[in-house]
């Protein structure tokens, strides 16, 4: 669409996406007219981080290659060379979760020295006041999941802005403290703290990019976490693949989301757990958006689908 007339027209779709306010669809966006300026267009805004791109993390070399394709066939795709080493380490529903890759395993166990010592020194030094502005990372006191109840830790959060109650004032703790929603950004966890719980975060560790990567499966669809089976579906991703190494098989981006569309994959190979979650009834088979891969040519997706329609014909015995 074009706005204005003659040599004083302008792309509508492009400035859309120069200004971050809008993503281009993978194997869509480059085959239509004007494709390479749209294209250009996304780049610069992902280039600058500008709106939707302004949290996003360019994927690692391998995950980058799994991506795009360069490594294809089946035997790559469930534990062979293709795809990266990773783990789910939250969970939103079934068809929303985020991945740690074990190459930024180092990365993040250094980020979990330098919280500790800030930490050491936060108990020390008594309360301080942060400015808790949106969009800024900081260091963040939160229960930890893996300790005993009760068991607090420091771990790099991002500010979302200020909890609301129903009447659109601001929520308070018990102490009368105004509440700010959070995002943990190296696990994708979600959490309402005071800016007692808050600590200013230097750099490298405030602008080293979010470690947690959020990602859906590929080729399936699962119901929200409120429908019928949505509960079931959650709980069955997270026996199958929370905090277990994985096999990480990426398939370009969702394009409704815009999160990674990847498969997962248990180390030596076997059911997948779209497969899974497919053959114990609580996940459909998305055969649209495999077809729009095979289209772009990225990981050629007929094998996994087959399987995976062998698994739903198993659940409708």
Same mark, same amino acid.
């Given at each position: 669409?074009?706005?204005?007339?003659?040599?004083? $027209?302008?792309?509508?779709?492009?400035?859309?996406?120069?200004?971050? =306010?809008?993503?281009?669809?993978?194997? &869509? &966006? #480059?085959?239509?007219?004007?494709?390479?300026?749209?294209?250009?267009?996304?780049?610069?805004? /992902?280039?600058?981080? $500008?709106?939707?791109?302004?949290?996003?993390?360019?994927?690692?070399?391998?995950?980058?290659?799994?991506?795009?394709?360069?490594?294809?066939?089946?035997?790559?795709?469930?534990?062979?060379?293709?795809? !990266?080493?990773?783990?789910?380490?939250?969970?939103?529903?079934?068809?929303? !979760?985020? =991945?740690?890759? #074990?190459?930024?395993?180092?990365?993040?166990?250094? &980020? #979990?020295? /330098?919280?500790?010592?800030?930490?050491?020194?936060?108990?020390?030094? *008594?309360?301080?006041? +942060?400015?808790?502005?949106?969009?800024? +990372?900081?260091?963040?006191?939160?229960?930890?999941?893996?300790?005993?109840?009760?068991?607090?830790?420091?771990?790099?959060?991002?500010?979302?802005?200020?909890?609301? *109650?129903?009447?659109?004032?601001?929520?308070?703790?018990?102490?009368?403290?105004?509440?700010?929603?959070?995002?943990?950004?190296?696990?994708?966890?979600?959490?309402?703290?005071?800016?007692?719980?808050? /600590?200013? =975060?230097?750099?490298?560790?405030?602008?080293?990019?979010?470690?947690?990567?959020?990602?859906?499966?590929?080729?399936?669809?699962?119901?929200?976490?409120?429908?019928? !089976?949505?509960?079931?579906?959650?709980?069955?991703?997270?026996?199958?693949?929370? *905090?277990?190494?994985?096999?990480? $098989?990426?398939?370009? /981006? #969702?394009?409704?989301?815009?999160?990674?569309?990847?498969?997962?994959?248990?180390?030596?190979?076997?059911?997948?757990?779209?497969?899974?979650? +497919?053959?114990? *009834?609580?996940?459909?088979?998305?055969?649209?958006?495999?077809?729009?891969?095979?289209?772009?040519?990225?990981?050629?997706?007929?094998?996994?689908?087959?399987?995976?329609?062998?698994? $739903?014909?198993?659940?409708?015995?």
């Amino acid at each position: 669409m074009w706005i204005g007339r003659g040599g004083a $027209r302008t792309n509508l779709g492009a400035d859309l996406l120069r200004r971050g =306010l809008a993503f281009g669809i993978p194997g &869509i &966006i #480059d085959r239509v007219r004007d494709g390479a300026e749209l294209v250009a267009a996304e780049a610069d805004a /992902r280039a600058a981080k $500008r709106g939707v791109w302004e949290h996003y993390v360019e994927p690692a070399p391998e995950e980058a290659a799994a991506e795009g394709g360069e490594a294809a066939g089946e035997g790559a795709a469930s534990g062979g060379d293709g795809g !990266f080493k990773g783990t789910v380490v939250g969970i939103d529903d079934a068809s929303s !979760f985020y =991945l740690l890759a #074990d190459s930024d395993r180092a990365k993040l166990a250094s &980020i #979990d020295a /330098r919280l500790e010592e800030l930490g050491a020194g936060a108990e020390a030094g *008594g309360a301080m006041m +942060v400015e808790a502005k949106k969009g800024r +990372v900081l260091a963040v006191h939160v229960e930890d999941p893996a300790a005993a109840p009760g068991s607090l830790r420091w771990v790099r959060g991002r500010v979302e802005g200020k909890v609301k *109650g129903p009447t659109g004032a601001p929520s308070t703790s018990r102490d009368g403290l105004e509440l700010h929603a959070v995002t943990l950004i190296d696990s994708g966890a979600k959490a309402e703290v005071t800016v007692q719980q808050l /600590r200013p =975060l230097e750099a490298p560790y405030s602008t080293t990019p979010a470690l947690a990567r959020e990602a859906t499966l590929a080729f399936v669809r699962t119901p929200p976490l409120g429908a019928d !089976f949505g509960a079931d579906a959650a709980n069955l991703l997270s026996d199958l693949a929370y *905090g277990q190494p994985l096999t990480v $098989r990426q398939h370009g /981006r #969702d394009f409704v989301t815009g999160r990674a569309s990847v498969s997962l994959w248990p180390p030596g190979g076997g059911e997948s757990v779209a497969e899974a979650l +497919v053959g114990e *009834g609580v996940a459909r088979i998305a055969a649209k958006e495999a077809k729009r891969v095979k289209r772009r040519g990225a990981a050629a997706p007929g094998d996994k689908v087959r399987s995976t329609r062998a698994c $739903r014909a198993r659940a409708t015995r």
